[in-house]
Nanobody, 125 residues
């Protein structure tokens, strides 16, 4: 079971990025997935997660990224995406994808037992 993240980079404020995370060894459809980030000097925080516990996918976002970030999942490609628009300097962080075998999502890192290696996003003018 592995998660491979990619798609980070360096952009100016207002720019866009679309990190992706591809799973191998398991089907994403059976897992709750999320994106977390760790900014310099800060603890890891949840950015977005998917919750399927009510029989359909609900997407949750941190207040700081609502309206700018969109999480999506392509089960056929075993890939999760994080569309990041209107990036700000405070979005600079290492972004991690995570998955756990559950239909219910969560925003705590300790809930997830499968992690990608992280991809760096730098927003600077």
């Amino acid at each position: 079971v592995q998660l491979q993240a990619s798609g980070g980079g360096s952009v100016q404020p207002g720019g866009t990025l679309r990190p992706s995370c591809t799973a191998s060894g398991f089907s994403l459809g059976d897992y709750a997935v999320a994106w977390f980030r760790r900014a310099p000097g800060k603890e890891r925080e949840a950015v977005s997660c998917i919750d399927d516990s009510d029989g359909y996918s609900q997407y949750f976002y941190a207040d700081s990224v609502k309206g700018r970030f969109t999480l999506s999942r392509d089960n056929a490609k075993r890939t999760v995406y994080l569309q990041m628009n209107n990036l700000k300097a405070e979005d600079t962080a290492i972004y991690y994808c995570a998955a756990m075998r559950s239909v219910a999502g969560g925003d705590r890192p300790d809930q997830y037992d499968n992690w990608g290696q992280g991809t760096l996003v730098t927003v600077s003018s």
